[in-house]
């Protein structure tokens, strides 16, 4: 990785306020909200607390990926937050399953702004109205709820009766997608869904699979992956200059003097002509493999950017 692209990765966090419109939310009701939701998704809602969300996805029986979601739990409600795409197939699903249960569903992603509030003094500006606790990642006041992102980025839902405070911007928007390729947090899109087991998008690095809770839908699957190391695929972060790249691109890696299929586009942000990107490549990709877009004549080569966390998560146990 050269030093520029290094410069990149850290790219600097100033307050900003983003409207997250390709966010949806979903509010689940019903004396037996948790126990389905713990058949179908790959985290434990028994350790969901009163001031937490977990990340957790949705699979199909195969073990494949319909939704990456943060799931969350206020005033005896669970709520499910993710991309559009992943909330509408993975609701679909999960409608489908709980037609025997008391469960109710409900879209409010209309009663809701969805804004992403980021930057070095963003907490300090947020602590008078939700009294941010260090340990917490949830807070509620009246109708507001914050979600802690990250350590300086929140997501704020903003009941949408009230009236429009500081007006988001669609550069910060940019900025809060490459804050998210950089810290290697991914979100499915129609071109991703039903693709992926969730250790080839390091779902289990992100805390977001229990290997000792019971079974779910496609569970077997996961299982395998986690116990007899099956997984062949990781998802990588890259760098690069210009290129038209959007989800479901294929990546190629140089063999010899030839250029073969390596992988897939999962999220891609743009910025002055640089590029970041999350895409899943072989699990084994040495750091100095030259990469590029598909098709790319002028062959602008694609930098491997380190992850912020270890992959090493996938042979242990996670809570």
């Not at 434990?44 to 969350?72: E, H, P, V, Y």
């Not at 900025?175 to 991914?186: A, L, M, Y």
């Not at 959007?246 to 003097?257: N, S, T």
């Amino acid at each position: 990785m050269t030093d520029d692209a290094m410069e990149l990765y850290r790219f600097p966090i100033e307050d900003e306020v983003c409207e997250l419109s390709h966010f949806s939310i979903f509010r689940v009701s019903g004396v037996d909200r948790k126990t389905f939701l713990q058949g179908q998704l790959t985290c434990d809602l028994n350790t969901l607390s009163a001031n937490q969300w977990l990340l957790g996805a949705r699979c199909d029986a195969k073990g494949k990926m319909q939704g990456i979601l943060r799931i969350f739990e206020y005033q005896e409600v669970l709520y499910l937050l993710g991309s559009k795409a992943e909330l509408e197939a993975s609701i679909t699903e999960l409608k489908k399953y709980s037609i025997f249960s008391k469960v109710e569903w409900q879209d409010i992603s209309s009663d809701y702004r969805i804004l992403g509030v980021f930057g070095q003094s963003v907490q300090q500006r947020l602590q008078p109205q939700f009294s941010i606790e260090p340990q917490g990642n949830l807070f509620a006041s009246d109708d507001h709820m914050l979600l802690r992102w990250q350590e300086n980025r929140f997501v704020l839902l903003q009941p949408s009766r009230l009236p429009i405070g500081e007006v988001p911007n669609e550069q910060a928007l940019i900025h809060w997608k490459i804050h998210d390729i950089q810290q290697g947090i991914p979100h499915l899109t129609s071109a991703s869904l039903n693709e992926y087991v969730p250790q080839m998008l390091n779902l289990q690095a992100l805390g977001g699979v229990s290997f000792k809770k019971g079974c779910y839908s496609g569970q077997e699957m996961v299982a395998r992956m986690h116990y007899l190391g099956k997984n062949k695929k990781a998802m990588y972060i890259l760098h690069g200059q210009s290129g038209d790249a959007e989800p479901g691109v294929v990546i190629e890696q140089a063999i010899g003097e030839n250029w073969r299929r390596a992988g897939h586009i999962i999220n891609v942000a743009a910025e002055e002509k640089q590029l970041f990107i999350l895409a899943v490549l072989p699990i084994d990709l040495e750091p100095t493999t030259q990469l590029r877009l598909k098709g790319d004549e002028d062959e602008h080569i694609l930098s491997i950017v380190p992850l912020p966390y270890p992959l090493k998560e996938e042979t242990k146990e996670t809570e």
